[in-house]
C-alpha cells in the first residue's frame, strides 16, 4: 500500500471512530475534520436542530481557479447501528473490504474526496460541503444553502454527492413529500360512555387515503417510467400511541410520506390530501423536503461521468442531500461503496473502490478547472 493509501485509510478509520449518528452532536467529527483541511479556506456553521443538539456544517474551499469548478458534497451523520457482530465504531481492515458504521455511507467516500482535494493543484478549484442531518431531516445542508457565502461566492459548476453509488453515475432521484395528520378524542376505558374515539374521525379521511394510494398505482399521468417501480409510493402509517382494545382511543395519527420524480407535479397530491383533512376535521402538517434532483440523460455532465466511469448513468430511489443542493447548482450523484452495504448490520467499503474514487474525483476536479 503507497504512501497516500495509508492516508485515505488512516482518514476513513479516524472518521469512522467519531460517533456522529443524527441524533447525537456531531461537533467532534466537524473539529476534525476541520483540522484535516489545512490550506482550505473554512466557513463553519454552527446551528441547534430541533431537539436542541449542536450541531456543524462545514464549507471548504481551495485553489485559485476562480469561480466555479467542482464541489463534493458528504454528510457527517450515519443512521444508529442495529444488528452489528461488530463494534461499528472500531473500523477494521478485513481482506479487500473497510468494516465501520459510515464506511460506505459515507465516511469512507468523504475520506476519499478529501484526499482528491487536498493533492490538486493550486490552479484547480475545489469546494468541499460537509453537512450533517442527512439520514433525518437535511437540515445541515438546509443550513448550508440559506448562509453559506462561500458556496454563493464560488458558484460551483456542478456538485458531486459522494453517495454510495457502487462508482455509477446517479443523475436524479425521488424527494418526499411527509404528512402528518391527526385527530384527537378522549380516553377513556372502553366500558364506559364518555370516551370518544379519536378513530372515528380518522377513519372517512383514512378511506380517501386508500384511494388516493391506488390511484398512484394506476393512473399512467402521476408515473414516472425511468423510476422503479413507476408509480409515486404514498407510505400509510397508522398509529394508537399504545392503545389496547379495553381503552377508547385518545390520539390517532397518520403519518404519510409520498415520494416523487423531478417529472411528476406534487401540487394535486397536497391538494387532495389537505382537501380531505379539511372535510373530515383532521389537523394536518404537510413537510416537503426540498426539490427533486435530476439531470437528463443528455445533460454534458452525466455524459461525462459515464465516460469516466465507463458505466451507464441511472436514477435512484433513495434520498439524499442533493434535495437541497439543487436549489443553488446542478448535482450529480457518485460514490464508491454499495447502497446494498449501506444502513446494514457490518457495513463495509471496498478498499480498491476507495482507492480508485481518488484519482476519479481527481481527473474530474481538474477537468471541471478547465471548462470555462
Ligand atoms: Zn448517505
Redesign the pocket.
Known sequence: MGEASKDLLRLARNLIAFDSRSAVSNREIADFLQSELIGFEIERLDFTDAAGVAKSSLVARRGKGGQGGLAFSG?MDTVPPAGWNRDPFAARVEGERLYGLGSA??KGPIAAFITAARDLPEDVPVMLLLSCD??TTKAGARHIVAESHVLKAQNPDLILVA??TELTCVRGHRVDIQFIAETVGIQAHSSLPHGRNANLDLIPFLADMRALHLKLRTERASQDVAYTPPWCDLSIVVNNHGAAPNITVGKATCHMKFRYSKAIDPAWVVEAVERSAKAHGVTLEVRPEGHAPELAADHIYVRELEKLSGKPARVAGFG?DASQFSAVAPCLLFGPGSMAQ?HQPDEFISLFALQDSVSLYRQLASRFATRK
Open positions: 454528510h455511507d459515507m442527512e439520514e453517495e454510495p439524499s449501506a
